[in-house]
């Protein structure tokens, strides 16, 4: 089968930081599904994983981690799908990636993909919805009820862009998110959030002009230390900070203690990578994501299409990602 991986880990501008390749095509087993792959989108954690950790011994690593496509197997356990059903799913970041025309995942984080839009809007969606959802439900727990404030920073990425949408859709809270760009900041408004503001500028002079005096919860989605302090002055006390990204250094959570703010952690991959007890959790919450995608209440966060899978286009998206300046998600589609 066609696939795309890499050998050691380069800058994106070397020739071989990504390679066309050819691999034996897998078999599936146990709870596995075998997916043909229709298309894929590019997040952080590909470039994280691409330049940061090297293949066992200069194997060929296929990487990626958002997919849709069709079932072409399935092992002697699996339950909840059949050979012909349309998927989508974001993976197990300890396998295998979707950047091939043939993957095996586990069939408990993967969901049913919506029937109202095409598969490359699709495959923009899972990692970051997953993440969204997470984020928003398990970490913060939010319900449909909960009122106050919650200010996303960094939401015109990928996760940003749909967690906008899943709070303003299916809670009471205020949304307000952070976005530097005439572009992004409308993007921002058009998802829904009832306010952006400028991550370049101090945030509290911006919330209060907003009319939010302090915000209940915070969603951390990059360069969190940068804006640490800041949060923390933001946030009311009893408040939430949730985040996903990556520290150099260890984050000082003393700050936080004089509000009793609370700290959680989101990582979309823990659910697959500790085979926990609710792992199929994420196959609910997919299977949940698609049905408002086809009710029309969430939209595809797709914001490039960077054409078909080949490494050549792969490296395009990488660099674009590694730019910092992508809206929405990078999409690329076929063999």
Known sequence: MKAVAYRRPLPITDAESLLDVTLPEPVAAGRDLLVRVQAVSVNPVDVKVRAGSTPADGQAKVIGWDAVGTVEAVG?????????????????????????ELQLVDERIVGHAPTSIPAAQAAALPLTA??????????????????????????????????????????????????????????????????????????????????????????????????????VEALAPQGKLALIDDFKEPLDVMPMKRKS??????LMFTRPMMQ?????????????????????????????????INAANLKRAHAFIESGKARGKVVLEGF
């Open 76 to 100: 002697e356990q699996v339950t909840l799908f059949k050979p012909g059903d349309q998927v989508w799913y974001a993976g197990d970041i300890t396998r295998p990636g979707s950047n091939a």
């Open 130 to 231: 997953i993440t969204a959802w997470e984020l928003l439900f398990d970490r913060l727990g939010a319900t449909a009820d909960t009122e106050g404030a919650l200010l996303i920073i960094g939401a015109a990425g990928g996760v940003g862009s749909i967690l906008t949408q899943l709070a303003r859709r299916l809670t009471k809270l205020t949304v307000i998110g952070t976005a530097s760009r005439p572009e992004t900041q409308a993007w921002l408004r058009e998802l829904g959030a009832h306010h952006v503001i400028d991550h370049h500028q101090p945030l509290l002079p911006q919330l209060q002009a907003a009319g939010v005096p302090q915000v209940t919860a915070v969603a951390g989605l990059t360069h969190t230390p940068t804006y640490y302090p800041q949060i």
């Open 261 to 266: 703010l609370s700290l959680h952690w989101e």
């Open 276 to 308: 926990t007890a609710d792992m199929h959790k994420q196959h609910e919450l997919l299977d949940e994501v698609a049905k408002l995608v086809d009710a029309g209440r969430l939209r595809s966060t797709l914001g490039e299409h960077f054409g078909s």
